[in-house]
């Protein structure tokens, strides 16, 4: 009799511990999730502010191509290949903000500082966005929840190797 | 700085009746976050109700707990999580930010009964501790929902990394730097001074080094004094003093934030001397804003605030022969060290309020994108709601 009790009590609280850790999985989606979308959407916005600059007058007509062509790149660029693309924006930000004179009129400044704004968020948001996959992945490793697929059909996070300094 | 007012509610894991960094800093974070026009609640263990300023709701009074080598006033238990649970639920929250949530307090219990957007902020820098692998376990689900991570020092950051395997973004405490562009040179406190802020009774705060250290700097300098502000017993502290150094010494007791500047734009050498038990070193940063020549024992998060000696000079801990070096090479020559303290005042105009609290508002901004509020978890559990419980 015990012996069933016994029995009872142990899938109980298998029961429970994977509930728990589905519940802790979800979450851990979600938190990737969020964390991309604030990304995104930080990105999406430099992107904007990089093809503003190739308008002003901080560019040269050169430069304006090259900016704007990477801006373009960044913004329709794919999941998997976003990370380079973004890397090769800040490198065309990189060489012209480098080479470049100082700006004495009020919107070119304007441009700058929030670009210079939109540079520390971004940083913020990649090293979040980097701990959350890193854990998601972790979690999704466990072998208990590998075995029982705790994960269901929520698709693997995309690990983005953003350079460690934006700009 | 918002466009949309929040509210946000803060938990504090100590006692706020206990003076403390972590507490200050809440306080100061809250009262700023309110001046921009947020609704702010703090939760805090407190001894006494009635004396709480008006944004803080108590959970209970605090019980003393002896935690990485210091006691610590915090609070949990199940009545606690009851209130912890109750003001979650009244409180209507966009976000939570929770300071030092793995330690066991209310700011565990909080993460433990929240879902939603929540920011926790890791103060203390412990450089081992062996129990860590053993609760890391258990702790690893809770400080998992956190949306975000702050650390406010490199050396928290480290810890943080090596505890709990996950990256936090370094925001520092906050001063209000203004308060010390205005500080007056006081003459009464000039010439060969060292000077010492702190409950100077707690022997971590590490005055006895000071006096440790008096008889080698008086063979150089024979007109040393040491100026000690803050709280405690004077007389009983000269009791085991050698008696020939008692008159070098002048206890200011209690001073206001203004004389605090004051103090430190005066003396000769401004000296923290803590033995361990610092999350932050606060009070180095505002010693670097008043300009003082600063000299600090090489702790984690000393070291961290003066970049490895870059921004004020570090003396070995404990070490009462380095420090008596330190101290003379700065009284000799100020000169040779003015640039360093200007290097200093410049870089103590980071740990503002207005640039750290913008910083940890962009933080809550990251961690609120596309989600609704905070909830009770256990509204959400399946079998509650089959039971129909609601808590």
Known sequence: MSKYLLLVFIVALLGWYLSFSATRLDRLHHRVETSWANLDGLLQRRAAVAIEIARSEISDPASSMLLTFAAHQARDASVRNRSQAETGLTGALGILLENAQDFSTPNEQELLRELQDLTEKIKMAISIHVDSVNRTYMVRGKWLIRTFRLAGTAPEPVVYEFEGDVL | ?391
């Open chain 2, 1 to 391: 700085m918002p466009l949309t007012k929040k509210r946000i509610g803060i938990v504090c894991p100590y006692g706020w009746d206990t003076p403390g960094g972590v507490q200050s800093h809440v306080g100061d974070l809250a009262e700023y976050l309110i001046g921009q026009g947020h609704y702010v609640s703090v939760l805090a263990p407190a001894i006494d109700d009635a004396s709480l300023p008006e944004y803080v709701t108590s959970a209970g009074r605090p019980i003393s707990i002896p935690y990485n080598g210091a006691v610590a006033r915090v609070l949990f238990g199940p009545i606690a999580f009851n209130r912890v649970k109750q003001w979650i639920g009244a409180g209507d929250f966009d976000l939570l930010h929770l300071h030092e949530p793995a330690i066991p307090s209310i700011s565990l219990l909080a993460c433990w009964a929240a879902e939603g957007p929540m920011v926790g902020t890791f103060h203390a820098a412990a450089t081992r501790q062996r129990v860590a692998f053993a609760v890391t376990p258990i702790l690893e689900p809770v400080i998992e929902k956190l949306s975000a991570r702050i650390a406010v020092s490199e050396a928290a950051r480290e810890t943080l990394q090596i505890h709990l395997d996950t990256d936090a973004i370094v925001v520092p405490n906050g001063i209000y730097a203004k308060r010390f562009d205005h500080a007056v040179i006081d003459s009464r406190w000039t010439g060969n001074t060292i000077g010492f802020i702190g409950r100077f009774e707690e022997p971590r705060k590490g005055l006895e080094i000071i006096v440790a250290a008096l008889p080698e700097i008086i063979l150089t300098l024979p007109d040393v004094r040491v100026l000690v502000a803050g709280p405690g017993d004077a007389d009983a502290f000269l009791k085991d003093v050698d008696p020939s150094l008692r008159s070098r010494f002048t206890f200011l007791g209690r001073i206001s934030e203004e004389e605090k500047a004051n103090f430190m734009a005066s003396v000769g050498v401004y000296v923290a001397p803590n033995t361990g038990g610092e999350s932050f070193g606060i009070i180095l940063a505002e010693a670097l804003a008043a300009g003082a020549s600063v000299v600090a024992s090489d702790i984690p998060a000393f070291d961290s605030l003066l970049a490895h000696g870059e921004f004020g000079t570090l003396f070995s801990s404990e070490d009462a022969n380095d420090l008596a070096r330190k101290i003379v090479s700065l009284l000799v020559d100020p000169a040779a060290h003015v640039e360093k303290a200007k290097k200093g005042r410049q870089y103590a105009q980071s740990f503002d309020w207005d640039v750290v609290a913008e910083k940890i508002y962009d933080v809550y901004e990251m961690a609120m994108v596309g989600r609704t509020g905070i909830t009770l978890s256990s509204d959400i559990r399946a079998w509650n709601r089959f039971i129909g419980r609601r808590t």
